[in-house]
């Protein structure tokens, strides 16, 4: 488990600064972090404290074999940036995150890097010209863009979407679909297939 106060302290010597702390927790401001503000905790989700009235999540069992989506886990985050070799250092220098890929997403106008952040992949988009990647930052600024789960089955997922009216559209990348935000309350939400 992380050392709250370690890595607080690391944070202070990055000069990222602290957005709340409340002690066992915090949440790093993100403007020092390319509008991605991180909770640090060294909880574990399925095990609250005796103390709290936080409730535990499902176990993964649950989340793939009974939810209609058949969620098998987080694949990764996708941040757009405005510069990918300088969002790439910050993530080295921070996280010390290696690059496990690059793609281009001309789809998009984007160029994308995916880096290692513990056991999660952050995939970071630069835009490459005008284009969506373009539009979106200059309309919300460097930030998360989406989260995208791994699903058990897509057509499972998109049959039980369907049913409760929300679309799915082409995600960020080519195995992806994307919840229509403007069905999800304007979150986006992208699903791949696991493997």
Do not use: Q
């Amino acid at each position: 488990m992380p050392d709250v106060a370690a890595v607080r302290a690391a944070c202070d010597a990055l000069g990222v600064r602290i957005l709340s702390d409340l002690g066992h927790f915090f949440f790093t401001h993100p403007r020092d972090s390319f509008g991605v503000s991180w909770e640090v905790w060294a909880g574990d989700w399925h095990v609250p404290p005796a103390d709290s009235a936080f409730r535990p999540v499902h176990p993964d069992a649950y989340w793939r074999d009974e939810h209609p989506l058949g969620v098998t886990g987080l694949a990764g985050l996708r941040a757009a940036v405005p510069d990918l070799a300088t969002a790439v250092a910050f993530f080295d220098r921070v996280f010390g995150a290696s690059v496990a890929y690059r793609d281009t997403r001309p789809a998009i106008g984007a160029e994308a890097a995916g880096v290692h952040v513990g056991d999660t992949v952050v995939e970071l988009l630069a835009p490459t010209g005008p284009g969506e990647l373009t539009d979106f930052l200059e309309r919300y600024g460097p930030r998360l863009r989406s989260t995208v789960f791994e699903v058990d089955d897509l057509e499972r997922a998109e049959r039980h979407l369907d049913a409760i009216g929300i679309p799915l559209l082409d995600g960020d990348d080519a195995k992806s679909r994307l919840l229509a935000p403007d069905h999800n309350h304007g979150l986006r939400m992208e699903l791949r297939p696991a493997g």
